[in-house]
């Protein structure tokens, strides 16, 4: 009888942000899948779970997905966690997922955490309809990111790196789109901060604070 593979969302900065329903489901499976075991076994330290882990992440080759695979096969249950948040967002999860369900093994959401929906809940705007982006490209094809995001007549969701938040916010202002910005980091952590206000008044901010441009930034463009 085959395994199961369970998705299970994982703190993206606070660990008491996790379900029981997660702890209990990290305790009982036969192997954890993650994509820094260091980061992963912080958290299962914390909780005293003593399950094995094994790395899954987006330079896994197509032979050890297969290997993992057919662990499942063999009636091992799985779960796979990312270092923060929900698999399958803007991670390789996805592809795990499509070649377990090619093989008809049961696929289970475990949801929990996810910097998308903590920005979304303390957005204060309509938020019914919306489009994610997931990461604005490094070089080729960033401009195109950025007119989509400055012609698109519903808010827009993207996550940035601490690299390139001030340049990305400052091409979006030269595509002359008027936006004003909700701008999240470090949601859960210690130095959270929510910034709110037109794109030139969210770079003026970081600008005059630049000790602030640091960790992990969620973005709504609306």
């Known amino acids: 009888m085959n395994g199961i593979l369970y998705i299970v ?10 379900t029981l329903r ?3 489901v990290l305790k009982e499976v036969d192997l954890i899948l993650c994509e820094d075991t260091r980061v ?10 003593a399950t094995p882990v094994k790395s899954y992440h987006q330079h896994t080759s197509q032979e050890k997905g297969r290997q993992i695979i057919d662990e499942i096969l063999s009636g091992k249950n799985l779960a796979l966690v990312t270092d923060a948040g929900t698999p399958g967002v803007s991670d390789p999860g ?18 929990g955490a996810s910097a998308l929906a903590a920005l979304v809940s303390v957005a204060g705007i309509d938020m019914q309809k919306f489009t994610f982006l997931g990461f604005p490209p490094h070089k080729k ?7 989509e995001v400055a012609a698109s007549k519903y808010p827009v969701m993207y996550y940035e ?6 340049k990305n916010l400052e091409l979006l202002q030269s595509l002359g789109a008027d936006k004003r910005i ?17 794109v030139s008044e969210v770079i003026e901010y970081y600008k005059s604070n630049s000790g602030k441009v640091k960790g992990e930034f969620v973005i709504i463009a609306h």
């Open 94 to 111: 996805n592809i795990l997922v499509e070649m377990a369900v090619e093989n008809a093994i049961q696929v289970v959401p475990v949801p």
């Open 182 to 198: 909700i701008l999240g980091r470090e949601l859960t952590k210690v130095f959270e901060e929510t910034v709110r206000g037109d």
């Open 161 to 166: 790196s601490p690299h390139r938040v001030l």
């Open 141 to 147: 094809g960033r401009e195109t990111f950025f007119k």
């Open 9 to 18: 969302a994982t703190p993206i900065g606070n660990l008491e942000d996790i």
């Open 40 to 49: 992963t076994r912080r958290l299962l330290s914390k909780y005293e779970i």
């Open 22 to 24: 997660a702890l209990r």
